[in-house]
Nanobody, 123 residues
Framework: QVQLVESGGGLVQAGGSLRLSCTPS????????LGWFRQAPGKEREFVAT????????YYEDSVKGRFTISRDNAKNTMYLQMSSLKPEDTAVYLC????????????????WGQGTQVTVSS
């Protein structure tokens, strides 16, 4: 069974940092685009960032540009989201996903999804 497993969430004060990790199990996603999404209570899931399988193409949602950095290590089959200057409005469950390309990811068309990790930013 293919799974994506997120880790690294937690409680942090505003202005702080966290690094999320996403590790697939059951198969390798080295040729897939990977991405991060988030869903806050009562809100729809929203795109955060995506990275192509080579790492050469990256997109961010406007509100996280300059604060979040997405990266991947295909040798370790792991994707990361470094989050800095966190704000209370970043509070959400963060999910990772895999898809054939970054355009599908930006359209919220993930093929595989993780269960999510909670990020809570206190003011």
């Amino acid at each position: 069974q293919v799974q994506l497993v997120e880790s690294g969430g937690g409680l942090v004060q505003a202005g702080g940092s966290l690094r999320l990790s996403c590790t697939p199990s059951g198969r390798t996603f080295s040729t897939y685009a990977l991405g991060w999404f988030r869903q806050a209570p009562g809100k729809e899931r929203e795109f955060v960032a995506t990275i192509s399988w080579t790492g050469s193409t990256i997109y961010y949602e406007d509100s996280v540009k300059g604060r979040f950095t997405i990266s991947r290590d295909n040798a370790k089959n792991t994707m990361y989201l470094q989050m800095s200057s966190l704000k209370p409005e970043d509070t959400a469950v963060y999910l990772c996903a895999a898809s054939q390309n970054t355009m599908k990811m930006r359209r919220n068309e993930g093929e595989y999804w993780g269960q999510g990790t909670q990020v809570t930013v206190s003011s």
